[in-house]
Every structure is written in C-alpha cells, then in structure tokens.
C-alpha cells in the first residue's frame, strides 16, 4: 500500500506541505530512499500538471496521482499496490 499526503489550500489549490509518501509492504524504505524520492517527485508531478480550472477538484488531482504513480510503479517495480491519496484542505 502506498499513502500519499498532501496539504493543498481551499482557495486557490495551491499546495502548502507534501506530498509526503508513506509506503507498507511495498519496499523496505532504509533501502529504497532514492525510489522514495522519486515518488515523491512523480505526485508532486502529477499535482501541478492539473489544469488550473480544475485547481480545487480534489477527485480530478486524486485520479491524476493515483494514475501517475501507479504506472510508475508498475514500471519500476513490477508491482501493482494500492495507492491511497489524502489531501487535506487547509
């Protein structure tokens, strides 16, 4: 399983902290700091390419991180886990 959390403001959609990556029987993290990393830059990806009008969807920026970070993953690893967006409003 993979968590991803980020805190994203209510009015403009503009991010505040994160994402942070959490990850469970996926990879020992001691070990894979450097795909850690690069997940994170793949869900910070996938938060700012979201179209501006859809700044404040948060289905619309949930779909495009689970989307973006499951093909990655699937590519580096081979595995298919379930990723879990969290974004909360602030």
């Known amino acids: 399983m993979v968590v991803v959390v ?22 020992y993290v001691k070990e894979s700091e450097g795909l850690m990393e690069e997940l994170r830059q793949v869900a910070l990806n996938a938060i ?13 920026i ?9 093909n ?3 590519k580096k690893t081979r595995r298919s886990p379930m990723i879990l967006p969290v974004i909360m409003e602030v």
């Open 72 to 74: 990655y993953l699937y």
């Open 48 to 60: 700012l390419d979201v179209d501006a009008r859809y700044a404040t969807d948060w289905s619309a």
């Open 6 to 27: 980020a805190s994203m403001s209510g009015e403009d959609g503009a991010l505040v902290s994160g994402p942070d990556i959490i990850t469970r029987g996926l990879v």
């Open 62 to 70: 949930k779909q495009s991180i689970k989307g973006d970070l499951s």
